[in-house]
């Protein structure tokens, strides 16, 4: 199991290679003589290389964000950071097999080139034409690609020499097990206010004064930080920007699939064997013997697995004719599909649907408005950013620019405005009297420059101006008490082996009880309390003005037969063991980095991230 684990880690840091030294194609080449942006010892880490990855992470985080990012937003997220501590990991390597010599023969080396899909052909061959494109588009050459390859095969072979035999311990993965696969049966009950046999006595200022007093936290104010802010998001200028009418036109068509949907139909579609086994299966069904779900079911399917969605004429060929010529509810056929005749039923018919121009006007304005907002943004970032540094103040950017001015007293708590967005609360957590006024970008593309103007401390607020929420805490927490104190002696006879019932509680049971599934609707400490309780015991757990009576009655052992917690178990052992693998691979990284020394050339990185801008 340990070595499969570390197989799959040594494939995926393969790939991870294979894409730094091949991804990212349309990256073209930065000009210049500077090649490199630092080194590990006596090995390179390529400007090109660099920027490729760079441009690869970008993407991605744009595809989970389903939106542009720009490079401030990327750095922000520390991706800029990120691909270059790799970059530099796999560096380390790469320097350690040249100083031991280890290297692949020029077969592996072609082994390995004509299997990435990239360069290969229609007929799934090695197409050297499409290797010499693929090369090209990512601004690479044949001999410094098969260089690269060759280098991080070599590393591959260190990683592997290293990482080989790696496995999580039997008694680590044992008592990991074991705490997420135990269970606990238990019998429970809450009592609340309603269930005081006596009632709670009105709080005086006495009362609220020593509860005040004993929990100053409760009462205390965050750290403000007053700031002044100018920002410019696009909404605040989407109505003045202006979209091309052309433009509007040329986008509807080229969404024309979008606008312009064709009849289609909610099919249904279960093959046979041949021809005389759908008409007999269709007889017993139009006959009343039986229905189609239980047809279905017989030939152990379920109907997710024979739903074909809504589909087109073109989707269903040559039994397109007699599906479209049904209605809903019917059922048609045999008819000959790809494989093999079969029966469709229609479970609805969509009608064609075109929406006009006229019609889809209105949302492709607003989203090419939208598009071109973010972008006559995004130009004013440098003349913002000049504003800045010839001393302009924020009061200034607001007058000179389209930027609006706001203040806000902030701390952590806050989230309306300009601290809805995450990029905007990161920045002002950080933000001190020593930091001058810059540039930053918020999530929707919009711009944003702050100053720190005051830092007001924590302070203790004075019972007269929290007076309800300290009476409301001391009401819980008296609530609490003395449902705890009624509950003793009733507490002691359930574990005596009096019923809930027989004590006028109205019990609740719950089986298998996981710390992987906690109860819900209750304290945060209840699966921790009942997870420290022996059997028969009966534990009070109190926490928002209620009482928890629990008794422990059963713990379950995890069961060496269930099929789920035996992929829990290999889950944990190949997560453990890749996590060491992992470990192994940094201690090995920085050891080589620490002999060998690492030099970064700050103006090549600039230079990289100048053409992101």
């Given amino acids: ?7 799959k880690t040594l494939v995926w840091i393969l790939m991870g290679l294979l894409i730094v030294g091949l991804g990212g194609f349309g990256v073209t080449n930065l000009s210049g003589n500077v090649r490199s942006v630092g080194s590990v010892g006596e090995s390179d880490i390529d400007l090109n290389d660099y920027a490729r990855a ?10 989970q964000l389903g939106e542009p990012v720009s490079f401030a937003q990327a750095q922000q997220a520390g991706i800029a ?3 270059l501590s790799q970059l530099v990991a ?12 280890i290297s692949i023969g020029d077969e592996n080396l072609r082994e390995q080139i004509t299997r990435i899909p990239n360069f290969q052909g229609i007929d799934g061959n090695f197409d050297r034409e499409a290797y010499r494109f693929a090369l090209e588009q990512a601004g690479m050459n044949e001999a410094d690609f098969e260089e690269d390859l060759r280098a991080q095969e070599a590393s591959a072979l260190l990683q592997s020499a290293v990482l080989t035999g790696v496995y999580t311990p039997p008694a680590y993965t044992n008592t990991l097990f074991n705490f ?7 019998t429970w009950t809450v009592l609340d206010r309603d269930d005081l046999a006596t009632g709670l006595p009105v709080p005086g200022d006495e009362d609220l004064q020593s509860y005040h007093d004993a929990n100053p936290a409760e009462f205390t104010t965050p750290e403000i930080k007053r700031v002044t802010y100018a920002w410019l998001t696009p909404d605040m200028i989407i109505d003045t920007v202006e979209v091309d009418e052309d433009l509007l036109r040329a986008t509807y068509d080229e969404r024309a699939d979008q606008y312009r949907q064709p009849e289609r139909r909610l099919v249904e579609r279960l093959a046979f064997a041949d021809a005389a086994e759908a008409d007999a299966a269709l007889a017993r069904i139009t006959g009343g013997e039986t229905s189609f779900e239980a047809t279905v079911e017989t030939r152990g399917l379920a109907l997710a697995d024979i739903d074909l969605g809504d589909v087109t004429r073109v989707d269903l060929g040559d039994a397109a004719d007699a599906v479209f010529a049904a209605t809903a509810g019917d059922i048609v056929g045999p008819l000959d599909t790809g494989i093999g005749p079969a029966l469709f039923r229609v479970n609805a018919v969509l009608a064609a649907q075109e929406t006009s121009f006229e019609e889809a006007e209105p949302e492709l304005r607003d989203e090419l408005a939208a598009d071109r907002a973010r972008r006559v943004i995004d130009a004013q970032i440098e003349s913002v950013d000049d504003l800045l540094a010839g001393g302009a103040s924020i009061e200034d950017l607001a007058s000179e620019t389209e930027m609006q001015l706001g203040q806000i007293e902030w701390h952590a708590g806050v989230s309306d405005d300009i601290a809805a967005y995450e990029s905007f609360r990161a920045a002002v957590a950080a933000l001190s009297q020593e930091d001058y006024p810059d540039v930053a970008q918020l999530e929707d593309s919009g711009i944003f420059a702050m100053r720190l103007d005051e830092i007001v401390p924590p302070a203790l607020q004075p019972l007269s101006e929290v007076r309800d929420q300290a009476e409301a805490s001391w009401l819980m927490q008296a609530t609490e008490e003395a449902l705890n104190a009624q509950v003793q002696a009733q507490a002691a006879q359930l574990v005596a082996g009096t019923s809930f019932e027989d004590l006028g509680m109205i019990p609740q049971s719950v089986t298998g009880l996981s710390r992987r599934g906690p109860q819900e609707n209750v304290p945060a400490e209840f699966n921790e309390a009942v997870f420290g309780m022996e059997k028969g015991e009966v ?13 422990l009655d059963d713990i379950r052992v995890p069961d060496a037969n269930d099929a789920d917690l035996a992929t829990l178990r290999r889950s944990i052992e190949e997560q453990n063991a890749a996590s060491m693998a992992q470990d192994l691979y940094q201690v090995l990284a920085g ?23």
């Fill in 90 to 101: 796999v560096t380390a390597l790469e320097e350690e097999t040249r100083r031991l010599g």
């Fill in 1 to 7: 199991m340990a070595g499969k684990s570390i197989s």
């Fill in 591 to 613: 050891d080589i980095r620490s002999r060998v020394g690492i030099e970064l050339n700050q103006h090549a990185l600039n230079a990289v991230h100048a053409n992101f801008q």
């Fill in 54 to 63: 760079l441009q690869n992470q970008i993407r991605s985080l744009e595809a």
């Fill in 539 to 551: 534990e009070l757990i109190q926490g928002g003005g209620r009482v928890f009576v629990v008794r």
């Fill in 180 to 186: 997420l696969a135990e269970e606990r049966d238990i």
């Fill in 81 to 83: 950071a990120s691909v």
